[in-house]
């Protein structure tokens, strides 16, 4: 670190000098005394190093300095050194000590953050403290939610009535930082706990792109007591709660600095995500387990201490007392076999992570009550509040298939959510989220098999009856009747009338569409709840003449028989058969729209009949 007095020595004013105290003054890190600076590093130096390897108790263990690694990451610096001393002769470096404080002279080097794979020795690579704390930054009022919108979430609403993951979520976050030699930071070790083993399975590869290794963990879940009643100090595990309560998602390190109510930990990101707000607990180890690659500590959390507010690139910042606003999240899957099923669970408040943690949670909650081979249905009930005074997002949708619904389901539940949140609207803030399913061992589906009209010629003012005749597995057949009336004065030519799925209903208006589809945060949320449930069918009156829809803040706006000057445009000739453009174009004009209930099964297919209309 740079000595500030020097400058205000030989030949300067009293002012520069002032000034130049008052710099010391007001930059907190700038504690000579108590830190060892990187440019006194050299190879041969000698230190201690501080962790628990077992229960609560902060244990030494030996430091020998093997030289500085310059420019490992922009104006970055790494100290690699052997550790020795404890367990780490049997287990090397051991997921979970990433952030315990190393001293040298009782002064503090920094926090062991780095390994290699598959190590001989226990090598390890130094985060110097002192650009842990450059990179940290305290806000009086941290906000997740509010701000511009996250890159690379990539969410879009997609063909059908219901959403999907356009890919998979987690690789738009960063990747794991890698340095020279393989030397990278240290997994975090991430324990689940109420989870089944197969969305252990299911997630893991997720949770790994994200640099933690996730484990069925043997521990208690999350803290009883919501009081904010524990303490740390320099060495001591702490557990960074992604999900508490009925099932739990914790990722454990260690304090390397603590400075009155600030922490410092970990020696690298968590995930990346800047300025964020995440509880942490105190956290006691279980047993260390000894691998090959790398071995790892079983901890329990305890007493919650405060929030992670800064999570940066190479080190985390929290605050000791500081309650984290999360996301309450409830789950009731109404099993036939064995009653209702309940979940609660505190969620983090992250536009990216509260999505992809929420489906990982339901996931798990289906998969715990429900068989997922087979066929099998699955109605859902979708309720978010938001703060605020925002509309909430209010959905029911009915999903059916011959195996892997609860990966469907999950995905889906909150794809809508994570869409909302990754819009850029600041006022989006989640307050609380249900989840409501009702599983059926049965494939709940039905065909459009048939329709047909009362009547082929019809004059204004009369009456059309139209019948759709639907059927399904097991021999089961239902019709559904919709009357509709020929306006006085209509015009004279072929009507159509289409029966179809919500699939085929929404496409055409929901494609493609994206955060810019609405000019508030109420009317995405208000566009979102128009979505068509698969559990009817939709009788479209419609003409066969050139309509366009236009998007706005509610779906259905048309323009219908534009001039040939605007058609040209509309229908963009670059755009393939296949494309949005031409299929909007061949809708024709929507004239009106009747619902067909068909509760507890999914509807599919498409059946278009026609009638003349006669002066």
């Excluded at 709940?444 to 048939?450: C, K």
């Amino acid at each position: 670190m740079a000595n500030v007095s020097q400058p205000a020595a030989a030949n300067a004013g009293r002012q520069f000098r002032l000034l130049a105290a008052l710099v010391l003054c007001a930059v907190p890190v700038i504690k000579a005394q108590g830190f060892f600076a990187l440019k006194d590093v050299h190879p041969g130096l000698h230190g201690i190093g501080r962790s628990i390897f077992q229960g609560n108790r902060i244990e030494d263990f030996q430091v020998e300095i093997l030289g500085v690694i310059q420019s490992s990451g922009p104006k970055q610096s790494i100290v690699l050194a052997r550790l020795s001393g404890g367990p780490l002769a049997q287990t090397g470096v051991i997921q979970g000590m990433s952030g315990s404080p190393v001293y040298i002279d009782g002064k503090l080097l920094g926090a062991v953050a780095l390994g290699f794979a598959f190590s001989k020795e226990p090598i390890a690579g130094i985060q110097p403290i002192e650009q842990m704390i450059a990179d940290s930054s305290f806000s009086p009022a941290v906000d997740t939610i509010a701000g511009t919108r996250m890159p690379g979430t990539n969410v879009e609403l997609s063909r059908g009535s219901r959403l999907h993951w356009p890919v998979t979520l987690v690789p738009a976050l960063p990747a794991v930082n890698s340095f020279p030699q393989n030397l990278t930071q240290i997994l975090t070790p991430l324990a689940i706990t109420g989870f089944t083993p197969r969305t252990l399975e299911t997630f893991a590869p997720e949770f790994r792109r994200l640099g933690f290794e996730p484990q069925q963990a043997v521990s208690s879940g999350s803290p009883s007591s919501q009081t904010l009643s524990g303490t740390v100090a320099p060495g001591s595990m702490i557990s960074v709660q992604l999900v508490s309560g009925d099932m739990s998602v914790g990722a454990d390190g260690t304090v390397t600095y603590v400075d009155g109510k600030r922490i410092y930990a970990f020696g690298h990101r968590f995930l990346d995500s800047g300025s964020t707000e995440m509880p942490f607990a105190r956290s006691e180890v279980i047993a260390i387990l000894p691998t090959l690659n790398t071995s790892f500590k079983l901890s329990t959390p305890k007493e919650w201490v405060g929030s992670i507010v800064s999570d940066r690139s190479v080190s985390v910042a929290g605050e000791i007392g500081r309650r984290a606003r999360t996301v309450p999240v409830s789950i009731t899957v109404h099993s036939r076999d064995t009653g209702p099923h309940n979940y609660l669970v505190q969620v983090v408040n992250d536009r990216l992570m509260t999505p992809f943690l929420t489906q990982t949670v339901l996931f798990s909650a289906i998969d715990a009550t429900e068989r997922t081979l087979g066929a099998g249905t699955i109605r859902l009930h979708t309720h978010v509040n938001f703060e605020g005074g925002l509309p909430p997002l209010d959905l029911h949708d009915i999903f059916v298939s011959d195996s892997g619904l609860a990966a469907q389901v999950s995905a889906d539940a909150v794809v809508t959510s994570a869409f909302i949140l990754s819009s850029g609207f600041d006022a989006v803030r989640i307050r609380d989220m249900a989840f409501e399913l009702d599983p059926v061992q049965s494939k709940q589906q039905l065909y459009i098999l048939q329709a047909w009209t009362s009547a082929h010629d019809v004059h204004p003012g009369e009456p059309v009856t139209v019948t759709a005749l639907l059927g399904g597995e097991n021999g089961v057949q239902v019709t559904r009747k919709a009357t509709y009336r020929i306006p006085i004065g209509a015009p004279a030519g072929l009507l159509n009338f289409t029966v179809s799925d919500a699939n085929t209903q929404n496409f055409p208006e929901f494609a493609g569409m994206n955060a810019a589809s609405a000019k508030t945060a109420p009317d995405l949320i208000r566009l979102i709840n128009h979505y068509r449930g698969a559990e009817a069918a939709y009788v479209r009156v419609w003409r066969s003449q050139p309509a366009f829809t236009i998007a706005g803040p509610l779906p259905g706006g048309e323009i219908t028989d534009p001039p040939p000057s605007v058609m040209l445009i509309l229908a963009d000739p670059s755009e393939s058969p296949t494309s949005n453009a031409a299929q909007l174009a061949i809708r024709g004009s929507g004239i009106a729209e009747i619902r067909l209930p068909v509760d507890g099964y999914v509807v599919s297919g498409a059946k278009t009949v026609q009638v003349e209309v006669k002066e």
